[in-house]
């Protein structure tokens, strides 16, 4: 076999080169003048002097007309020179004239697979090529090494594999071979089978980097982060891996959960590759996940820098922004995705949250409106539009949304409890106390219902009740702001002792603007920012 189809962006002309080389001279190899040409050529082609190997050629075809050699030899200059069209022609025609001509076949067959991404139709006609060769010579190792190579990139494992089994004996150890069961195996989620394989793969003593790409086309889709760490590990005790093979391997540690392993390695395919806002993504997802979110920030910047039309990076950005309760950098970032992509509703629905935490927080009242016209059926929309106007004491038009968003078991929750505070806040106490139980049955530890409850008991002078439902609400969270601001006022009006240290813990919790940390990330859940 002389070729890989794993090997990355190679001119069509190394692969093409010895094949017809080879091809030529087995089949053309004559006395005179003849073989005199053939030998020039050739050797006009190995160095690369195409202009001249053209002009001989030229002069070939008018001393022997209909030649199937020098048409093929004739591809071959057409393909260094970048001319799929014409080499096509030009090996089509070779094998039109001699069909069973296998040297033209096989160099068709790679000028396909080289093309591929120029061509939607080249697998399939690499493929058809690859038949025809094995009609005549059932034996011809590379047109079933190829047809299996080029199947399991199709996804049609089980008949990559029966084209692997007729290969020979000798050839079925090969790491080329091998990597192709693999990935194979792996593919039909034939667990047994993509064990051996990746065992006897890694004792292959010819194993590449090649290999290890091939069978990383099943191993991926199957999900055997196991099996690439250890194949990748294998490798890398042997060579240094290049860029691709190292992202690989750092997102094979990252599904591991060995974050520390997948960062560095990560890092490492970044430094030795050219900068890649996919891979600066990722190394953000990865530092995210270990509560880095400073780190993140630094890689999600610089792809920002290398991408700034790229509306996701700022979007992306503006999450993380929330990790770290960063309210008005998240809302910058989330602008600028929208004015991008302003039809996008997670965008606009980020936007909003964010923008409710402005001086008016009706700002973000137009954001979720716009959300709810782009995806109408999402009762978290709902709720967060009626949290937006419940924050910007809009009861009027909150109560709607909320009534509604109450209707749903997904929301209901929350729904009461903003219900419940409005009605707190309009002094319908009757009504308020039932909402905040309706909140609390299916949250008992709900700490904004608590403190809500604590509050009602306040406003009805039982101090004894209102205390114990505001430390109920503390112990769950001991920064939360309304919990803190209702038991300062409990201790202002019950005249308590505490009421002087409750006071400098409130006023620190101001500093750390926790009302605005925490009400934020408040809305954020009704439905979460997700991770583009």
């Not at 409710?356 to 109408?376: I, S």
Request: neutral net charge; hydrophobic residues 40%.
């Amino acid at each position: 076999m002389q070729s890989r189809l794993s090997i990355p962006v190679m001119s069509v002309a190394v692969f093409l080169f010895p094949l017809l080389l080879r091809s030529a001279h087995s089949r053309q190899i004559q006395t005179g003048a003849r073989e005199q040409k053939i030998l020039l050529i050739q050797q006009l082609i190995q160095e690369h002097d195409l202009q001249k190997a053209r002009h001989a050629l030229a002069e070939a075809a008018n001393q022997y007309p209909g030649d199937a050699g020098f048409d093929n030899l004739l591809g071959i200059v057409e393909a260094q020179q970048g001319d799929y069209v014409a080499a096509e022609k030009s090996l089509r025609r070779a094998i039109a004239r001699e069909p069973k001509f296998t040297g033209a076949y096989l160099n068709l067959g790679r000028l396909y697979q080289e093309n591929a991404a120029a061509d939607p139709q080249a697998v399939r006609k690499a493929l058809d090529v690859y038949r025809r060769v094995l009609e005549y010579d059932a034996a011809n190792t590379e047109a079933a090494y190829q047809s299996a190579a080029l199947l399991l990139r199709q996804g049609r494992y089980q008949e990559s594999l029966n084209y692997v089994s007729r290969l020979p004996a000798e050839n079925q150890t090969s790491a080329q071979t091998l990597s192709i069961r693999c990935a194979d195996f792996a593919g039909l989620s034939n667990r047994k089978g993509t064990d051996d394989a990746a065992g006897r793969l890694m004792d292959a003593p010819d194993l590449s980097e090649p290999d290890a790409q091939q069978a990383l086309l099943g191993l991926i889709l199957g999900k055997r982060d196991d099996l690439i760490v250890a194949l990748l590990e294998n490798l890398q005790g042997r060579q240094q891996l290049g860029s691709a093979l190292l992202e690989s391997l750092g997102l094979a540690y990252e599904h591991l959960n060995r974050l520390v392993e997948a960062r560095a390695t990560l890092e490492k395919s970044f430094v030795g590759g050219k900068p890649s806002v996919r891979l600066l993504r990722e190394l953000a997802r990865v530092a995210r996940l270990q509560k880095d979110h400073q780190g993140a920030l630094g890689y999600l910047a610089h792809a920002r820098d290398l991408e700034p039309g790229n509306a996701s990076l700022h979007y992306y950005f503006g999450v993380v922004c929330t990790d770290l309760s960063l309210v008005a950098e998240a809302r910058d970032s989330f602008e600028r995705a929208v004015k991008l992509e302003p039809e996008n509703p997670d965008y606009n629905y980020a936007m909003g949250a964010a923008s409710a935490f402005r001086q008016d927080p009706a700002e973000g009242v137009p954001y979720f409106e716009k959300y709810l016209k782009l995806r109408p059926q999402d009762p978290r929309g709902k709720l967060a539009l009626g949290a937006t106007l419940f924050r910007a004491k809009d009861y009027e038009h909150a109560l709607p949304w909320l009534k509604q968003s109450a209707g749903n078991p997904e929301t209901a929750t929350r729904a009461h409890y903003y219900w419940g505070a409005i009605a707190l806040e309009e002094d319908r106490m009757d009504e308020a106390f039932m909402e905040l139980q309706e909140a609390l049955k299916a949250k008992p530890d709900f700490p904004d219902a608590l403190a809500e409850l604590g509050r009602w008991y306040l406003n009805r002078k039982d101090y004894q009740q209102s205390e114990k439902q505001i430390q109920l609400a503390l112990r769950i969270e001991p920064d939360h702001y309304a919990a803190n601001f209702y038991l300062l006022m409990l201790y202002t009006r019950t005249k308590d002792s505490r009421q002087e240290a409750q006071a400098k813990r409130f006023e620190e919790l101001k500093n750390l603007l926790a009302e605005r940390s925490q009400e934020f990330l408040r809305i954020v859940e009704v439905r979460p920012l997700e991770t583009p």
